[in-house]
Every structure is written in C-alpha cells, then in structure tokens.
C-alpha cells in the first residue's frame, strides 16, 4: 500500500464545513475509502477545507480515489441540510506520498487542524506544503 495525504479545499474556500457537519462528513469519505479497499488513518481539516491520511489500495490510481471520495462526499453532504444544496469542492487537489515513519507526525498534524489554522490560512498552508515537497505549480490554477 501507498501512504498518502490528501488535501483539498470548499469551492472558493467557502467556510460551510462547520463543527456539525465535519465529523460525519470525514466518516463517511472513511467509508468511501474503505469501499475502495483503501484505509483511512485519519481525516481532519476546518470549515473550508479537508486534508486525509490513508493508504491507497493498488487496484485503483490514487487520482481516481480522490476523484471518487470528492464526488461521492459532494453528493452526500447536498444530501445533509438545505444549506449545502449548492456545495462543491474545488477543482484541484493536493495528493502526496507519504513515508510510513512520516504517518505518525501526519496523523497528528491533521488531528490539530483547528489550532493550526489559527496562524496559518489554508492558501499559506497549502502553498507551504507544495514547496516543502518540491512541487511546481501555477498559482493561477490553485484557487478556485
């Protein structure tokens, strides 16, 4: 199995994803991982965004499981109050490998969401994470 974080925000960073909501909104994507023969480490993030630790099953892309967990949470949280009948995540993502003796400070990062974001905005997170693994981007993509 592959070791994986995934990270992605709310459609425009729209802060919908309160207190209520997120707690069942990450069992169920567990639920899609599992349905996926993938396995959720833990699942955390703050009214705008989400960020996942698994592992990723060989038998599917890890870009189709995150396609998969997107779409099918996006249709499952319509479902949850009228107030998200317009919800969408955003286009893009964030899908890096992770090595297993990494997964414990993973786990715990993801865990302490809340309190990050209390000095950090998502943009600034998310840009400090792509730099940390060395990726190349376009900020005119990253932000829909």
Request: include cysteine.
């Amino acid at each position: 199995m592959l070791s994986a974080h995934m990270i992605f925000s709310t459609k425009y960073r729209r802060p919908i994803l309160d207190s209520e909501i997120r707690p069942n909104l990450y069992a169920y994507m567990a639920g899609i991982l599992r349905n996926l023969e993938c396995q959720s480490i833990t699942i955390g993030g703050t009214e705008d965004h989400v960020h996942i630790a698994c592992n990723l099953t060989k038998k599917h892309a890890p870009m189709k499981v995150l396609e998969v967990v997107k779409k099918d949470s996006s249709k499952w949280i319509k479902t949850q109050a009228q107030k998200f009948d317009d919800f969408h995540w955003q286009d893009g993502y964030g899908l890096f490998s992770v090595s297993p003796s990494h997964l414990p400070a993973l786990r715990n990062y993801v865990l302490n969401q809340e309190e990050h974001h209390k000095t950090e905005t998502f943009e600034e997170e998310f840009l400090r994470i792509l730099k940390k693994y060395g990726m190349t981007y376009d900020e005119r993509y990253l932000w829909d």
